[in-house]
DNA sequence: CCTTACATTTAGAATTATTCCAAATGTTGA
DNA sequence: TCAACATTTGGAATAATTCTAAATGTAAGG
């Protein structure tokens, strides 16, 4: 893969976080890179414990501020399921989320949110109970609050 | 009994909670009639901030165990944003929720799951910029190893 | 180069939301 | 009434995340 890339800010994701005005560090692209090699939906925990493989001193708080840039310049999603961990996938396509309440586990579903509810193909034998739709913005008092 | 609902067990909150197998007690009824009252999705907190006003000895404990009875029977639902405390919400209809990222505020959206992306009419001056789709239920691993 | 300004990392403390616990109380049915 | 069980309570414990302050790294200007 990329690691023959020898100067950090030639990289794509170097672009991304620059445009949010933040650097590439070894420390973001190692958690980067350990996000994209494993895609089920690690907790930062878990992104942790697989960053310290390749990485022995890296920090928590450092793959928290890592994955937070990340998030913020677009490279990554989070998944929030109930009250527990965050999850990270780096995977940008619009795609859902199916939660599996029996192990736990995390699917991406190709499909874009406008699927929902018109008969999209799960995975076969995927059976849903419940379709939570959050939609974020601003709202209208806030729109309109701006506009003084 | 009389015709106004003195007898708690009449109640046909009583009766989702029985399905269950949870009774309703006077923290129940005055949780849910909390959660009734003012339907601006609370987290808990401010439930039991609302509900001391009536029971000044309800305690936080019970005030998650109620909104827990009630969510488990159908009464409410848990609404869950970012990482932030979760809401809480007693409208069962199928709808959507609009997180308003600048004011916090959580909006019901009376469209349910199938409407979005297909340019569903959100309130006057609300902006839409993210749509998190989260599908439930049990995977296709799971089910698999039910069946033996 | 050297300095200054600022970004990032680090370890650990602090915070927040939630869950757990054990004792007290309430309820139901034999 | 008694035994069995459910619920409530206050406080302790836990889990996830955020904050803090010091150390380190980096870029730009002189």
Do not use: W
Request: glycine share 10%; proline share 4%; net charge negative.
């Amino acid at each position: 893969m990329n690691g023959s890339s020898s100067n950090l800010s030639d990289s794509p994701v170097s672009a991304r976080l620059a445009m949010r005005g933040l650097r590439l560090t070894p420390q973001r692209q190692h958690v980067y890179e350990v996000l994209v090699g494993v895609r089920d939906h690690p907790t930062a925990e878990e992104v942790f414990l697989r960053a310290k493989q390749g990485m022995p001193e890296i920090s928590m708080a450092t793959v928290y501020n890592c994955l937070d840039a990340l998030v913020r310049c677009g490279l990554a999603k989070q998944v929030n399921v109930d009250r527990s961990a965050s999850r990270f996938c780096p995977n940008m396509s619009d795609h859902d989320h199916f939660y599996c309440e029996r192990c736990g586990g995390i699917y991406d579903i190709e499909n874009g949110a406008g699927a929902v509810g018109r008969g999209i193909e799960l995975p076969r034998g995927f059976e849903v109970t419940h379709v939570d739709v959050s939609l974020r913005g601003v709202c209208g008092s806030c729109n309109d609050a701006e506009k003084v």
